[in-house]
């Protein structure tokens, strides 16, 4: 019969004896890339955390589909969790799109104070969804790429822009403004840029290097239209099923790996410019004048987006945040 120090020995070791759990994380992110070298060191510092009980098996490159695809597979069980850019955050939470709106922002300052208080709000909706949102990422800014030059709306409003077809209210909110939009999904996107079909597009300048579209549409305008912000997620029964005492641990390491990816995006962006500089991009500094006027036609479209695809209320909060922060950052 096993005594109590026995029992103590065996209760102490029961962690060291429990089956692993593999969680399986779909990302769209390509092999190789930042973000996924971010994912599997993220895997590696909770293996070593949790002495291999949680493991994360990663199948990056849309290897297990798009965005969509990888949320309905989170629901039926087949993955425990995803990499997701805004899109897919989007489609989780709405109000989350909020972030999306062009033209908020006018610094990465401004958006890190906002984002300080809208992340609590935000992860207790997409708890509330089913899902424990682990970290938050900042993938760097979106930009205009066009055929012709784009310094002020009137110059995009003479080209056909390109627009996610899974995301008809902002295609409504440009066409409100003034645009002319083309749906397109981007894996479509060279074969419209060579075909004529559409003249200008707004993705991440590494996107649009890594792509080669700014070879059609080589003319980039510096104005910063809205952040990329995604986010890697696991489903609630998965993330509860973890040991309260790893979740420190495995928090702060995720932390310091962000850090790491924050760096290592600015320094990415910074190569893709100089390497599409080198090869034909034309940079065109935004005057004063022109921010104003794109700022005011954002705001014919925003009844699109306000109170439909994002509630009235968290819009108003955000509005309500960047006033406070620039009243307490006037020059």
Request: charged residues 25%; hydrophobic residues 45%.
């Amino acid at each position: 019969m096993m005594n109590w120090k026995g029992i103590v020995f065996f209760l102490l070791c029961l962690p060291l004896i429990v089956s692993a759990q593999v969680i399986k994380i779909g990302s769209i992110a390509p092999d190789r890339s930042p973000w996924n070298d971010a994912l599997k060191e993220i895997a590696r510092e909770w293996e070593k955390i949790t002495s291999g009980q949680v493991k994360l098996k990663i199948y990056p490159g849309g290897i297990t589909g798009s965005e969509d695809d990888m949320i309905r597979k989170m629901k039926l069980g087949v993955l425990g969790g995803a990499v997701l850019t805004n899109v897919g955050i989007t489609k989780i939470n709405r109000d989350a799109f909020v972030l999306n709106s062009p033209f908020l922002f006018d610094s990465e300052k401004e958006m890190e104070y906002v984002m300080g208080q809208l992340v609590p709000i935000f992860e207790k909706q997409i708890r509330e969804r089913g899902y424990h949102t682990v970290v938050w990422v900042m993938s760097g800014w979106i930009n205009f790429f066009s055929k012709d030059p784009v310094i002020y709306p009137s110059d995009l409003k003479k080209q056909k822009l390109a627009i996610s077809t899974d995301e008809p209210e902002v295609e409504l909110a440009w066409k409100k403004s003034g645009f002319r939009t083309v749906p397109i999904e981007l894996k479509d996107m060279m074969m419209a840029l060579q075909s004529g079909m559409i003249e200008a597009f707004y993705i991440p300048p590494v996107l649009a290097g890594a792509g080669q579209y700014f070879a059609f549409a080589p003319h980039m305008n510096s104005l910063k239209i809205t952040p990329l912000v995604g986010g890697m997620v696991i489903v609630n029964r998965i993330w509860d099923k973890i040991p309260e005492g790893f979740k420190p641990a495995m928090k702060a390491a995720v932390q310091k790996v962000q850090a790491k990816l924050d760096k290592g995006i600015i320094d990415l962006e910074a190569d893709a410019l100089a390497t599409m500089k080198k090869n034909g991009l034309i940079f065109h500094e935004a005057p004063p004048d022109s921010l104003p006027r794109w700022k005011e036609g954002a705001i014919k479209g925003m009844d699109e987006l306000v109170g439909k695809v994002f509630s009235k209320e968290i819009y108003d909060k955000l509005l309500g945040m960047l006033k406070e922060y620039r009243q307490k950052n006037v020059q």
